[in-house]
């Protein structure tokens, strides 16, 4: 009985849903027209022509358009059954197993996210073609089980009894929510009326929220159910738990890895954009962080339109489970290995991903892309002082000015001339306290402009590493040593710059640019500040 | 109130004068001769023109003259260790004149001892007394830095000065804040103890060391006050040392807890020594003033104020001792101790019988 009355109460939903869309477009062509005939075109009657328009807009978008996936949006490769049999084996298998219809095309997609999805008409009446996409970096992060665990959850949507109000839930949930997002957040402008149409979808949508969430919740568990009962208890539970991980380390390396040369102009080279995400995950110090998060994962924030309970408790209802007996995938194999040809079907992948970024970008290998970064982070650490180098000289910033500058007693004024620490804004230091905060940034600048300058006469480069972002810098070791001794002694407490002088003469020479330093500037015979060169 | 623990005291215990009836009376303390709050001095204490000189000279950057005030290194270890410990502060903000002292007079072992204590100073200055968790990470590199050249400057003093105890009081301090282990530390014990064995200041320096916020732990902490304590002949004044233990260590709690412990037999008695100490010591030990402050902040706190009157007019006008410089506002804590201190002391008197 219950069963039929929630039946009632989401049709009745879906009813009303339409019922204010019509309304909507009805009431306000009506305005218009009325409008019209009454006082002619002016302001107010086009603009409110302008609303109608909007309201017509949202509406198509929430009653018509809202459930579909248009191939086009998605930024991956379609993988047809020749391409990749195993997998699309695979997926027939699982389709099989959880009692549904398998999906007629499959995608791999560069995202942590796998999907089934249809494309109904008639307002969900008529089924239409299915398609699958699965997120490359839960391939190469996943065990098989892991994946099977995903992949049968997201076909579990469709095959499961249970839940066969889904696409009636879904239905109504995704048209409000769809006319909702098309009101709201417009990136360049603000449709006409947008104010409205959010107030009354955002309304409307509470109320159906309310009344599925339970719906929607319960059809996430059934799915789970269905994960569990086909790769067992144990893969789905760790499957779950795998996805923040996946989806984190994934972030970062895109991040900090993949795009880090972006605004120099530099990528890696396609093949490898996700072999370079195995390189990381196999890092012994990256996998000490990911077990971290593993133990202790993020909260997530709660997402009030979110259909999916929180991982936690999806976690507990599948341990709650009876024992299958299946046991954890410890075979060490990664999901990746069902794909055949990997490096050139990931490499399409990663070329239809950077898509929109790789114009005019050049793609070097990870060793180059850490030697230009490396150096731009070198060029920026060392900024802010060659900035006051050249304030208080009001000559070009070389290293050989600074030297001067330390020379000629006027380090202090230098310490006094950076930028403020934030341990001194914090506690308001002054004088010699202050000055000690600033020489911390002051060594981290002279380390910066010193491996900067030897980088350029080819005496230090960096190289990749995926345990530190950075890099490694590459120089001979008695190099970096007495780099490291003359900046240790510039920054003492009795700060002496004779070993800066003799590193600086000594090894910079072939630069060209050092000048005797006979020509020392006592404090004041600073040039005038207009002569500061750029 | 609120706590401004210094020099690495974290957590110290805060108090606001319990008075009865709610109501903080204002006492007049003028009228029983004493200094008014807008006069009282955190700098030097009043009677130390040596200091003041020393101050001055270090302001006009004549380091000859502060070279000449400060004591000679065969001065009774206390006397020398207090008066260049004092001069190192002049050097946290400014050390102009300190840097000419040491390139001008570089086999002083003065200048040394004044340049390891000043680097200790300032490293803390660097470090701020926040609590460990909330000392950012520049701030800590460079109280590690400043820190880690100390003991350069100790060994100089020591290598130029070999039997003073000062650079090895100083010499503590490193070892606290460079987690040096307990055996690092025990060696430069026995070198202490071998210069200085009843030294007031190496002792509440090493009592820091054995907290368990530091490199020691409750039992530690605990076994170095009872062996000083058993060790320390009358009138040496090391009794100070279960006060300052009492305070870092033992009055924890709700304000109820702690107030229930100052009136508890555990501070009766170490009050008892501390008093007994001061009797039979040497009217000129250089930390008579400093066990007075602390008589005078205990004896307040258990209730024994005629007691703490006394004490409180023996050194009156100066906030700049501990346990007061602890404190977030040392001025505002000396003075609403001292006013407790007055009023009790009259309620008391007032009372027939």
């Known amino acids: 009985m219950r069963r039929y009355a929630f039946v009632a109460q989401v049709l009745g939903l879906l009813a009303g849903f339409y019922l204010i869309c019509i309304a909507l477009v009805a009431g306000l062509t009506a305005l218009t027209v009325v409008g019209f005939a009454e006082a002619g075109v002016n302001r107010l009657t086009l603009f409110l022509s302008l609303v109608t328009l909007a309201a017509a807009f949202v509406v198509v978008r929430g009653v018509f358009v809202s459930t579909h996936l248009r191939v086009r949006d998605i930024a991956g490769v379609e993988v047809t059954a020749a391409d990749q049999p195993a997998l699309w084996h695979r997926v027939h298998q699982l389709a099989a197993q959880v009692g549904t219809r398998p999906p007629r095309r499959i995608f791999l997609v560069p995202e942590v996210n796998a999907a089934v999805w249809e494309n109904t008409r008639l307002l969900g009446l008529i089924p239409g073609k299915r398609q699958m996409m699965v997120g490359v970096p839960l391939l190469m992060a996943l065990t098989p089980a892991q994946l099977d665990a995903v992949l049968a959850h997201e076909l579990g949507h469709y095959g499961n009894r249970d839940t066969r109000l889904g696409g009636l839930v879904g239905r109504t949930r995704q048209g409000v929510l769809g006319a909702l997002r098309a009101a709201g957040s417009r990136r360049k402008f603000t449709l006409p009326g947008a104010a409205l149409f959010v107030i009354v979808f955002r309304w409307y949508a509470q109320i159906v929220l309310r009344v599925t969430q339970e719906a929607s919740r319960a059809q996430e568990y059934a799915a789970d159910r269905v994960a569990a009962a086909i790769s067992g208890k144990v893969n789905a539970i760790a499957a779950l738990g795998e996805l923040q991980v996946v989806d984190t380390a994934f972030g970062f390396y895109l991040d900090r890895y993949v795009i880090r040369g972006l605004d120099i102009g530099l990528l890696p080279p396609p093949p490898e954009v996700f072999g370079g995400f195995i390189g990381l995950l196999a890092e012994p110090s990256r996998q000490t962080e990911l077990d971290e998060l593993r133990r202790e994962p993020r909260e997530e924030k709660a997402d009030p339109f979110d259909s999916h309970p929180p991982t936690p408790e999806r976690i507990a209802a599948l341990r709650s489970l009876p024992d299958d007996g299946i046991p954890l995938d410890q075979s060490g194999l990664k999901a990746v290995a069902i794909l055949a040809n990997p490096q050139d079907t990931l490499a399409k992948v990663a070329t239809r991903a950077l898509r929109n970024l790789s114009t005019g970008k050049e793609a070097v290998s990870w060793d180059a892309l850490a030697d230009a970064t490396g150096r731009r982070r070198a060029d920026e650490r060392a900024r802010p002082l060659q900035d006051v180098v050249a304030r208080l000289t009001g000559q070009p910033a070389h290293m050989t000015t600074f030297v001067k500058l330390v020379e000629a007693g006027r380090l202090k004024e230098v310490l006094d001339s950076l930028p403020h620490t934030v341990a001194a804004q914090k506690t308001n230091a002054t004088g010699r306290v202050a000055r000690e905060y600033a020489k911390t940034e002051l060594g981290a600048m002279l380390g910066g402009w010193i491996s900067g300058d030897f980088a350029r006469v080819g005496r230090a480069r960096w190289t990749h590493s995926w345990a530190d972002i950075d890099g490694e810098l590459q120089m001979a070791a008695e190099v970096k040593a007495s780099i490291e001794e003359a900046v240790d002694a510039l920054i003492a407490v009795r700060p002496d710059g004779s070993r800066l002088r003799a590193l600086v003469l000594g090894t910079v020479q072939p630069l060209g640019t050092v000048q005797p330093l006979g020509t020392v500037q006592p404090r004041g015979t600073v040039q005038p500040l207009g002569t500061v060169q750029p | ?353």
Not at chain 2, 186 to 203: F, G
Not at chain 2, 256 to 272: K, N
Not at chain 2, 274 to 291: E, F, I, K, V
Not at chain 2, 312 to 333: C, E, L, Q, S, Y
């Open chain 2, 1 to 353: 109130m609120s706590k401004r623990p210094a020099f690495g005291i974290v957590g110290a215990p805060v108090d606001s004068a319990p008075v009865p009836g709610g109501q903080r009376q204002a006492v007049d303390v003028a009228a029983h001769g004493f200094v008014p709050i807008g006069r009282l001095r955190a700098d030097r204490a009043a009677g130390e023109p040596a200091l003041d000189a020393c101050a001055e000279a270090a302001r006009r950057g004549e380091w000859r003259t502060v070279s000449a005030t400060v004591p000679p290194v065969d001065a009774e270890p206390d006397l020398h260790a207090r008066a260049l410990f004092a001069v190192a502060e002049l050097a946290v903000e400014d050390d102009a004149w300190l840097g000419a002292w040491l390139d001008g007079a570089p086999g002083d072992a003065n200048a040394w001892c004044v340049h390891a204590e000043a680097m200790v100073l300032l490293a803390w200055r660097l470090r701020t007394s926040n609590q460990a968790k909330d000392v950012l990470p520049e701030q800590w590199q460079a109280f590690h830095r400043v820190l880690a050249q100390a003991p350069a400057a100790c060994e100089r003093a020591t290598a130029l000065a070999p039997h003073l105890a000062t650079p090895w009081i100083t010499l503590m301090s490193c070892a606290q804040g460079l987690s040096w282990d307990n055996d690092r530390f025990r060696e430069i014990w026995a070198q202490i103890l071998a210069r200085a064995p009843y030294s007031v200041a190496a002792h509440m320096r090493a009592l820091n060391y054995w907290l368990p916020r530091w490199q020691g732990s409750p039992e530690l902490a605990a076994a170095f006050v009872n062996d000083t304590e058993s060790r320390a002949p009358l009138g040496r004044l090391l009794s100070g040392v279960r006060l300052e233990y009492i305070f870092l260590e033992r009055a924890r709690g709700t304000a109820a807890e702690r107030t229930a412990y100052y009136r508890g037999p555990e501070l009766s008695e170490a009050l008892d020594a501390a008093q007994a100490d001061l009797a039979s010591s040497p009217p000129d030990h250089p930390y008579r003033s400093n066990h007075r402050h602390w008589l005078a902040y205990f004896l307040t706190r258990a209730g024994r104020y005629g007691e703490a009157v006394e004490e409180f007019r023996a050194v009156d006008g100066f906030v700049g001792a501990w346990p007061w410089k602890v404190f977030d506002d040392a001025t505002a804590t000396f003075a609403n101790t001292r006013a407790e201190a007055i009023r009790g002391w009259q309620e008391a008197s007032s009372r027939p019988g």
